[in-house]
């Protein structure tokens, strides 16, 4: 076993497809140059402690799952219990039952949409793994942080801890796996945060309960969903950002039929939009969270300054190849 070990994993947006996906429909997704990182050590008391600096909690689990809370108290449980049960299935996989303490450290906003919680997730079984010098592979951290996502919300389609898994721009379809896409363009794409925390459960719970009462017309919205990815796709392929814009627009039409949208997401979208983005979209969940707005290159300060203006915070993001990886340590460093 090794002294220290860190890991870290990207945050995503989707470009198409979200809840649609939890349907077994495709979507797109990029993973953004944002990362969580997890520091792990050995820890001797054989329990599994997890400390978020990000959060400010910090517990200890036992193997068989009772919280004792270090910082943050009992409601700190429900926040770290994702993180340890991504451990906890690495723990199992190699047949293992030591004790680690996890540190996290991520600046992925929580709540908003980015794949936190994944990222998150991710980085950790990645450190435990590597702490332990197991033999696991990338379907393996995936696995482990798909267990995570369940607990965040019951019926996850594992795009979030796929795209943290892997990294690039890929497109999902559950029980499917994963294909790579490669973009002829740079995508010069804006992030639009609202502030509005939601819980992406709830979200899900809402498009469910949409189904269950509109069953065909909510099946047809999902079919133009897959529609778009197809189309995008190709639109990808060729670098056409004009046609990834009107994709964008739709796509985003689409979600708001289903109710995920708000006022403050509409204000930033129709502020990038004036501001002459070809395209934007809530990005996740919705409900709160995030947006994206693709913009010309020429125009993407203009979007910027467009989003905060209308009350976002806005930030300029780009592709990140890599997916998880295992930070090289020096030497000396603890
Ligand atoms: C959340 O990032 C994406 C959703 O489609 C949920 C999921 O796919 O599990 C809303």
């Known amino acids: 076993m090794k002294r220290l070990s860190v890991a870290s994993a990207p945050a995503k947006v989707i470009l198409f497809g979200e809840h649609f996906v939890v349907y077994n429909k495709p979507a797109i997704v990029m993973a953004i140059n944002m990362r969580a990182y997890a520091k792990s050590k050995p820890e001797e008391s054989q329990k599994i402690i997890i400390e978020s600096k990000s959060m400010n909690i910090s517990g200890a689990f036992t193997i068989s799952g009772d919280y004792q809370p270090i910082i943050g108290g009992f409601e700190g449980k429900e926040k770290l219990l994702p993180i340890y049960v991504a451990i906890k299935s690495i723990l199992e996989r190699a047949g293992e039952e030591r004790g680690v303490r996890v540190e996290i450290d991520s600046t992925i906003p929580v709540a908003a949409g980015l794949g936190s919680s994944a990222a998150v997730s991710v980085a950790s079984a990645a450190a435990v793994s590597s702490l332990l010098e197991l033999n696991i592979s990338r ?6 942080a798909l267990e995570a996502e369940r607990i965040v919300h019951e019926n996850p389609s594992g795009v979030d801890p796929a795209i943290s898994t892997y990294g690039g721009l890929i497109v999902y379809r559950k029980g499917d796996g994963i294909r790579r896409l490669s973009v002829d363009a740079r995508l010069p794409l804006v992030v639009g945060d609202t502030g509005i925390k939601r819980v992406t459960g709830e979200m899900v719970l809402l498009v469910g309960e949409m189904r269950r009462r509109y069953p065909l017309v909510v099946d047809r919205i999902m079919d133009s969903g897959e529609a778009i990815v197809d189309v995008g796709v190709e639109a990808l392929r060729r ?20 109710g995920l949208s708000n006022e403050t997401i509409e204000r930033l979208i129709h502020a990038a939009r004036r501001a002459g983005a070809f395209g934007a979209k809530l990005t996740g969940a919705g409900g709160g969270g995030c947006m994206i707005a693709l913009s010309p290159p020429d125009r993407i300060n203009y979007v910027v300054r467009a989003i905060e203006n209308a009350g976002g915070r806005a930030f300029i993001t780009d592709i990140s190849l890599e997916g998880v990886r295992v930070e090289v340590q020096q030497p000396n460093s603890a």
Do not use: S, V, Y
């Open 139 to 144: 379907e393996d951290i995936f696995m482990a």
């Open 239 to 258: 670098g056409d950002l004009k046609t990834i814009g009107d994709l964008m627009n739709i796509n985003h039409a689409l979600l708001c039929a289903l």
